[in-house]
């Protein structure tokens, strides 16, 4: 028979294993109920996320990927401004964040009032919304 230093060990193993199993399953689903939360709607040949908030351009591209999307492209952000603005009225007053980089440590923004786009260090926080294919 084993020692009973051998079985506690074994023990703690196991329990180890079974919370860390739990603790997977937890957060796959705050993740799916996150993605299921999020209010998407169709404007063009795209779906919009809600506002998410003000982050980096790190953060945004992160949150984006974990809800499914995506940021928006330079060119996606412009023909929403351009071509939708009567679907877009909720974007508040602000820069946006884009995909397109402009450097290693800047991308593009568009701000939501003039039209005009511009590019800051990523590491700057800006409004975000994301995109994904329309399902």
């Not at 937890?26 to 795209?46: M, R």
């Not at 952000?77 to 450097?103: G, Q, R």
Request: proline share 1%; hydrophobic share 30%.
């Amino acid at each position: 028979m084993k020692n009973k230093k051998e079985i506690l060990k074994k023990l703690e193993e196991i329990r180890g294993l079974i919370i860390d199993e739990k603790l997977d399953e937890i957060l796959n689903n705050e993740t799916e109920n996150k993605i299921e939360e999020i209010k998407w709607t169709k404007i063009g040949n795209l779906e919009w996320s809600e506002y998410l908030g003000e982050m980096s351009w790190y953060e945004a591209t992160k949150k984006a990927k974990e809800l499914g999307g995506r940021l928006p492209t330079r060119v996606e952000l412009l023909d929403l401004y351009d071509n939708h603005s009567d679907e877009c009225k909720d974007f508040v007053a602000a820069y946006y964040w884009s995909s397109t980089e402009y450097s290693v440590t800047s991308a593009w923004l568009q701000y939501f009032t003039t039209g005009f786009a511009s590019y800051n260090l990523k590491t700057g926080s800006y409004y975000v919304r994301c995109v994904r294919s329309c399902k």
